[in-house]
Nanobody, 119 residues
Framework: QVQLVESGGGLVQPGGSLRLSCTTS????????MAWFRQAPGKERLFVAA????????TYADSVKGRFTISRENGKDTVYLQMNSLQPEDTAVYYC????????????WGQGTQVTVSS
């Protein structure tokens, strides 16, 4: 059974940086995309960034463009989210997800990691 484990969250001051990691295990299918989503308290889960596993091309939500960078390490089945210039509105639980080749949606999700931006 595939498992996604996020790490790297924590408390950071405004303007600071964090790097999230998401490592996959037990995968028996090919990945089309991996992505990061986030969910703030009382709000819906929103797309943050995605990367096509084979091509490495990336997409970002407008709210994080220029501040966040998604990358992957194929040999380790790991995706990263480098977050710079963090602001209080970035506070949320961050989730990674996988869209398998041949599917239309993100089917596999991690448990999430908390990111809190506060002074």
């Amino acid at each position: 059974q595939v498992q996604l484990v996020e790490s790297g969250g924590g408390l950071v001051q405004p303007g600071g940086s964090l790097r999230l990691s998401c490592t996959t295990s037990g995968r028996t299918f090919s990945v089309y995309k991996m992505a990061w989503f986030r969910q703030a308290p009382g709000k819906e889960r929103l797309f943050v960034a995605a990367i096509k596993w084979s091509a490495g091309s990336t997409t970002y939500a407008d709210s994080v463009k220029g501040r966040f960078t998604i990358s992957r390490e194929n040999g380790k089945d790991t995706v990263y989210l480098q977050m710079n210039s963090l602001q209080p509105e970035d506070t949320a639980v961050y989730y990674c997800a996988i869209q398998a080749i041949g599917t239309r949606d993100y089917t596999f999700w991690g448990q999430g990691t908390q990111v809190t931006v506060s002074s």
